[in-house]
């Protein structure tokens, strides 16, 4: 049973620390995602994460993959108050029919203080 | 920009009654998901389709039907509501048979059963 974890589930932080989202798989698959969900929001896509060693990076934040170790980091660098929000990976599973389905992380619920 | 339309934000029932909530898409993406949301547990997926009339069951099926009469329109069914399945809902889509490509959410469904 394919399962995703995150930690931390909580993360309460300072503006203009830097932190490190993880987020751990158990089975291979060579592709992850990232999302955010503001409170009382959709879901929005951040990042796709295509192969082992893959980063990306939009402003403060910056994905990388490792298929290998099974992990994906999602780095915050000098946080400010925009970036609070829930942050999700999610994993995506080979089809048994018609296409792939993703299973999610639990989520890590991002606080800036000012 | 893709647009996930889900019938209502808020939405009280009661214990027993037949429970609909509706979502469409417009963007023409074969792939539709249905995702409860709860505290601590991420999101889990309920049921997805690839096609019309076509259906698959997630991780928690249980208590739930759906059905695809159009390419657009994904419904999720509680036949049978139960205070259990009080939660957020929501509902996704992402284009192409076999693609993997992050999933487009709508603003979610609050469903609270009495």
């Known amino acids: 049973e394919l399962k995703v974890e995150q930690n931390p589930l909580f993360l309460s932080m300072q503006e203009g620390k830097n932190y490190t989202i993880y987020c751990n798989y158990s089975t291979t698959s060579d592709r992850l995602y990232w999302y955010r969900q503001d409170p009382g929001k959709s879901l929005e896509s951040l990042f796709v994460?295509?192969?082992?060693?893959a980063v990306k990076q939009e402003g403060r934040l910056m994905a990388s993959l490792d298929t290998k170790a099974r992990l994906s980091t999602l780095h915050i660098t000098a946080a400010v108050h925009d970036l609070s929000a829930t942050y999700f990976c999610?994993?995506?599973?080979?089809?048994?029919?018609?296409?792939?389905?993703?299973?999610f992380g639990t989520g890590t619920r991002l606080k800036v203080l000012a | 920009d893709v647009k996930v339309t889900q019938s209502s934000r808020y939405l009280v029932k009661r214990t027993g009654e037949k429970v609909f909530l509706e979502c469409v898409q417009d963007m023409d993406h074969e792939n539709m998901f249905w995702y409860r949301q709860d505290p601590g547990l991420g999101l889990r997926l309920i049921y997805f389709s690839y096609d019309v009339k076509m259906k698959e069951k997630g991780d928690i099926p249980e208590g739930y039907s759906v059905s695809r009469e159009k390419k657009e329109r994904f419904s999720l069914i509680l036949e049978s509501a139960s205070t259990n399945q009080t939660s957020m809902y929501l509902c996704?889509?992402?284009?192409?048979?076999?693609?993997?490509?992050?999933?487009?959410f709508g603003d979610g469904t609050r469903l609270s059963i009495l």
């Open positions: 994460l295509l192969s082992n060693g």
């Open positions: 999610a994993v995506d599973l080979p089809p048994t029919s018609g296409t792939y389905k993703y299973i």
């Open positions: 996704a889509s992402s284009p192409g048979q076999g693609s993997r490509q992050p999933q487009h």
